[in-house]
Structure formats: structure tokens, C-alpha cells
């Protein structure tokens, strides 16, 4: 059983920064493409970014371009969520995700959706 653990979630105000981490257990990290998830309060868990198993594409929502960046540092099996210039609305549960198939599929993983392991969270609220 793969086990996620997210860090670095806290308050923060608006226009400031968040570096959220993703410790992943087992020997085989670097063969997981890893996502970033958010779920607020009263709506559905949405994507936010992911990263290939290979490291070499990275995928945003249109709503964090520009202000999120999203890494891995296999040596260390951890995935991180770089939040700069965060707002409001970046208020949320975020949830780490790693799949396992998305090596396998290639350009066919949807990195929106095929996840099979999950963190159990780490809260962010952005104040105004």
C-alpha cells in the first residue's frame, strides 16, 4: 500500500506564499506521476496540477497558471506544491495523488482523473 503524507498547508494572507510537500512511501516514486488536488469548503475536489512520472511535462488549471508550480525530487520521494501570490478563492483541503498507471499509458493518462493513491489532506486558507 502506497502512503502519501502532505505537509505545509497553514494561513496565510492573501498575496503571500506556500510551499506544500507530498512524502511518499516505497521504493518505486520515480515510476509515479504525481497530481495536486484542492477540495473548499462546499465543493468538489478539483485538479490543480500534476507531473509526469518522467518529470518532463507539467499540467496546471487555467485558475493557478502563473502562480503555482508543481516538482518532484526523486531522491527524496517528494512531490511539492510551490503557491505564490495566493488568493481567497485558493482556500481549500489540498490533496496529494499518485498514480501508478500513468507510466504505462503515456499520452492516454488523464492527468485530470487517474490517480490511484491519496493523501489525507492538508489545509490552506488564504485570508483577505
Known amino acids: 500500500q502506497v502512503q502519501l503524507v502532505e505537509s505545509g498547508g497553514g494561513l496565510v494572507q492573501a498575496g503571500g506564499s506556500l510551499r506544500l510537500s507530498c512524502a511518499v512511501s516505497?521504493?518505486?516514486?520515480?515510476?509515479?506521476?504525481m497530481g495536486w488536488f484542492r477540495q473548499a469548503p462546499g465543493k468538489e475536489r478539483e485538479f490543480v496540477a500534476a507531473?509526469?512520472?518522467?518529470?518532463?511535462?507539467?499540467y496546471y488549471t487555467d485558475s493557478v497558471k502563473g502562480r503555482f508550480t508543481i516538482s518532484r525530487e526523486n531522491a527524496k520521494n517528494r512531490a511539492y506544491l510551490q503557491m505564490n501570490n495566493l488568493k481567497p478563492e485558493d482556500t481549500a483541503a489540498y490533496y496529494c495523488?499518485?498514480?501508478?498507471?500513468?507510466?504505462?499509458?503515456?499520452?492516454?493518462?488523464?492527468?485530470?482523473?487517474?490517480?490511484?493513491?491519496w493523501g489525507q489532506g492538508t489545509e490552506v486558507t488564504v485570508s483577505s
Open positions: 495523488a499518485a498514480s501508478i498507471s500513468a507510466r504505462i499509458l503515456g499520452l492516454k493518462w488523464d492527468y485530470r482523473r487517474q490517480y490511484n493513491y
Open positions: 516505497g521504493r518505486t516514486f520515480d515510476t509515479y506521476a
Open positions: 507531473i509526469t512520472w518522467n518529470g518532463r511535462s507539467t
